[in-house]
Structures are given as structure tokens and as C-alpha cells.
């Protein structure tokens, strides 16, 4: 009979040797065990390491870098499983991945994991999906998660989808997150994703190719993602606040839309909010519209932005300030606003701003296209360079009588090459170097949804601005009107 030393010891090197090389997990929440093994399709565990109820080797294990996690396709986690506690970090270039693989799946075809909270608050202390505080390098794949609930009022970081503070290197990808609920609450603590207002920022951290839809929910609540620092090919309704950066990133091919007043009245809603001082943002290629409060709201204290080839407009439901800056009264140190098609509503300006001395160091307002019976800019902004030159400022009636309409399939786009956009625009390409590189092209349009809920976008015909600039955010070619797109790329493989 072994001693319970040596038994002891055996476990810990089998252990060790678990830990010791990239393995991959498999959790099934109907048929899995956590006394499987954890390690084969055919003998997975029921819970996830960190989930609520997790025991036996599922306990055991802790994730290593390079480990895969792998929830089988169209099976659901119910609320008793969360708050998932993660507490492992992969590197730099050796990350955890948390997600799928596509061959495993119940029903008769693939679908995400679900995460369902069955329209109850999740309980002991977290009203959240997942909980992973100062973790790193994990990317987080194809997770639909519904059906949250609060009543009363919630802590910072105690009420949303996923708190991630402290951490670097996250991906968050492929999320379709949808149907939540305040039931009897009067205050909007949602928040999906929550990040860090601390440096380093997140950094390195991307919500991508994601959609987050609450028009089957209650449809005026809920943050989608705070305190992040990058924002790329995602797609955000109904709800009452889009994407919140901090620290230095890119928002950008997003489709925000359907920015609702919040039943709190306390809140203050955005389509786009930058956060904290001392932040460089590249802004570009987004669709806003029908948004409630703040279209783009901008400009803290040492900040810089870059702001292009983004499409504004009201719609029939908005009433949002266009691009507003500042936040404060402490100016930044540049903003570069180039390329922008901008449609206001009757009487403002596609440009509110404000005059603070001495001002930013540098304004550039270049090359935008705004449509409204108001001015470009009210009042004049402060800045020691100020350049505002190349912009078209168009009546309504003036637009439409030259094609720029909503109803065309790039909204407000030239339709003849006579229009008076086209060709009108000072050249820039000085400027379109680096991550501005997609500043000297009219390539790609903002994402839908297609009926499996995945993120599409759609591309435009390339038309190269390296010869000729036109104003606002599409290039003519010199023959024809932007064409249509030929197909719909999905970007969940």
C-alpha cells in the first residue's frame, strides 16, 4: 500500500506536468464532469475553472499560457455558474484563449456558447458574468450572454457582463450580448465591459467584431464598454451608452446607433465619450446616428485626437451634439478633425466647441462635409494653430437637390462627380502615414448585423484620395459614384 506521502507527491508531478505545456479544456455544461479528465471532447468537464461549482479536476487545474478553454457551441451556462472567476494570465505571445471550437456544438448547427443569467441578478456580490481582475493576455471568443437583471443600485464594477481592471493584453471578440433588464431599479449601473481608469489603461486590450443589442431588453440602459482602450468593427443599439476609451487607442468601423435617453436621469448619454486626461485617440470610419445626448463628445485635459472619415448624421430619432469638444475647461494639446461627413439637425453646428485661453496648441478642421441650415463651428475655438479650411457647408435643401440623401446605400454619399463635394478637398497626404494610413483611401464602410447575429461589414469600392481629395468621408472616383458592395464579409470564421 502507498504511503499518503508518496501518493501526495505523485498528484502534485501530475499536476506539475499538466501546467507545464499548452493544454486544451473542453467544458460541456449537460453532459461534462469535473472529475473527467477535462482534456477530450468526449470526456469534458462541466464547469470552466473559476466558474461557481467547479470541483474536482476542474479545481485542480490552473490555466497556464497557451491553454485553451474550449464551452461547446450552443450549450448554456445557467445563473448559478457566475460570477466566473478567472484568475490565470497567459503572456504576450503565448495568451489564453477562452472560446470555441467550431466542430463542437449541440443542435443542428453551430451557435455560440450562452451565457444566461434567466432575468435574475447574479448573486454573491458580483451581478456579473465574468469576474477577472488583473489578469492578462487572455482573448475571450464568441460568448452570447442575456438575460441579466438588477433592482436597487449596484457598486463601480459590480453590474455589467465582464470587469477586467488591472489587466492588459484582453481580447474581447465575437460577443453578442443582448435582452437586459432594470426591474424596479431608478439607477443605470450597467456597464457590459469595464476596463481600468489607472494606467497602463488596458493596454493592448481591443473589443472587436461584436454586437451588443438591447432592443429585446429594456432598450434605455446599460454602458457597452468603459474604460477601454480600443473599440474596432462593432455593432451597438438600444442602449444608453456606446463606447467610453481611456488611454491611447482606436475606435474605429463601428456602427453605433439607437443612443437612448436612459430612464436615469442621471446619466449622460454617448455614442463616442473619451475619458482621462493625457489620452491619444484615432477615431475614424465609424457610422453614428440616431443618438441621443452626444453624437462624439471629446477633448480632456492633454489630450490628442484624431477624428476621420466617420459619418454623423441625426436620423429621424437623434437630437445629439455632432462633435462636441471640450469636456472640460483644461484644453487639450491637438485636435484633427479631416474628412467627415456631418449632417446636424436644423440650426446647429456639425462643430460645437469652446473657446478656452490659450487654447490647444493645435485645431485642424479640414476637408468635412456638413450638412445643416447652422454653421460649421459655434463658437470659434480656441487654439495657438487654428486651420479650418476645405470644409462644404450645405443647406439640406442644397444637399438633396445634388443627391447627398439618406436613403442611398452609403448614407449621404455624392452620387455625380459635378457634386459639390468632389475634388474639393486640400490634400492631406502628409498627414496619412502610420496608424492615419487609412485617412488616404475611401475603403471601407461601417458593420451590420446579419441574422446569426454576427458583425458584417461591408467594403467600398477602394478609391485611392493620393491625386484628388474630395471633402467629407467618400472619394469619388473620377467616373463614377461610390458603388455598392459586391458581397458581405462575415467576420466570425
Known amino acids: 500500500m502507498a504511503s499518503p506521502y508518496r501518493a501526495g507527491v505523485l498528484v502534485t508531478i501530475l499536476m506539475v506536468a499538466v501546467s507545464a505545456s499548452a493544454s486544451t479544456y473542453y467544458i460541456d455544461y449537460s453532459a461534462g464532469n469535473d472529475s473527467n479528465s477535462g482534456t477530450s471532447k468526449t470526456s469534458p468537464w462541466q464547469h470552466a475553472p473559476g466558474m461557481q461549482g467547479c470541483t474536482g479536476t476542474c479545481a485542480k487545474v490552473k490555466p497556464q499560457p497557451g491553454d485553451n478553454i474550449i464551452l461547446k457551441g450552443g450549450m448554456t451556462w445557467p445563473n448559478a455558474v457566475f460570477p466566473w472567476n478567472w484568475q490565470w494570465s497567459g503572456t504576450s505571445g503565448n495568451p489564453i484563449y477562452i472560446g470555441v471550437d467550431q466542430t463542437w456544438y449541440t443542435g443542428s448547427s453551430w451557435r455560440r456558447p450562452i451565457f444566461d443569467a434567466q432575468n435574475l441578478s447574479i448573486v454573491g456580490g458580483y451581478n456579473l458574468f465574468i469576474r477577472a481582475l488583473s489578469q492578462s493576455w487572455v482573448t475571450w471568443d464568441n460568448i452570447e450572454m442575456k438575460n441579466q437583471a438588477w433592482t436597487g443600485t449596484a457598486g463601480y464594477a459590480t453590474l455589467g457582463c465582464g470587469v477586467f481592471a488591472g489587466g492588459q493584453g484582453i481580447t474581447l471578440q465575437h460577443w453578442y450580448v443582448h435582452h437586459w433588464m432594470h426591474t424596479g431599479s431608478a439607477g443605470d449601473q450597467f456597464v457590459c465591459i469595464t476596463g481600468d481608469t489607472n494606467s497602463p489603461y488596458m493596454g493592448s486590450s481591443v473589443l472587436q467584431d461584436s454586437v451588443f443589442d438591447n432592443s429585446d431588453g429594456d432598450g434605455n440602459s446599460g454602458s457597452v464598454a468603459y474604460a477601454w482602450p480600443s473599440a474596432l468593427r462593432n455593432v451597438i443599439h438600444d442602449v444608453a451608452n456606446g ?141 495657438k494653430t487654428l486651420t479650418i479650411d476645405h470644409n462644404v457647408l450645405m443647406t439640406p435643401t442644397t444637399a438633396g437637390s445634388q443627391g447627398y440623401v439618406l436613403t442611398e446605400v452609403y448614407v449621404y454619399s455624392p452620387t455625380s462627380t459635378s457634386d459639390g463635394t468632389v475634388g474639393q478637398g486640400v490634400s492631406l497626404s502628409g498627414q496619412a502615414g502610420g496608424p492615419l494610413i487609412s485617412l488616404s483611401s475611401d475603403t471601407s464602410y461601417a458593420c451590420t448585423v446579419d441574422a446569426a447575429n454576427q458583425v458584417s461589414c461591408p467594403a467600398r469600392t477602394t478609391n485611392s484620395r493620393s491625386n484628388s481629395w474630395d471633402v467629407g468621408a467618400y472619394q469619388m472616383s473620377s467616373t463614377a459614384a461610390p458603388n455598392p458592395p459586391t458581397a458581405l464579409t462575415a467576420s466570425v470564421n
Open 243 to 383: 463606447i467610453l476609451p481611456v488611454g491611447q487607442g482606436e475606435i474605429a468601423y463601428n456602427h453605433i446607433y439607437n443612443i437612448q435617453k436612459s430612464f436615469d436621469s442621471t446619466v449622460h448619454e454617448n455614442a463616442i465619450e473619451t475619458l482621462i486626461s493625457n489620452g491619444t485617440y484615432y477615431i475614424h470610419n465609424n457610422l453614428i446616428h440616431d443618438t441621443y445626448g452626444e453624437c462624439l463628445m471629446i477633448g480632456n485635459t492633454n489630450e490628442t485626437d484624431y477624428v476621420w472619415n466617420n459619418v454623423v448624421y441625426e436620423g429621424g430619432t437623434g437630437n445629439c451634439n455632432m462633435i462636441h469638444f471640450p469636456q472640460n475647461s483644461d484644453p487639450g494639446v491637438a485636435m484633427y478633425f479631416w474628412n467627415n461627413t456631418i449632417v446636424a439637425r436644423a440650426g446647429n453646428a456639425c462643430f460645437y466647441t469652446g473657446t478656452f485661453s490659450p487654447g490647444w496648441d493645435s485645431i485642424a478642421i479640414q476637408n468635412n462635409h456638413c450638412i445643416t441650415t447652422g454653421p460649421l463651428y459655434s463658437p470659434t475655438p480656441s487654439a
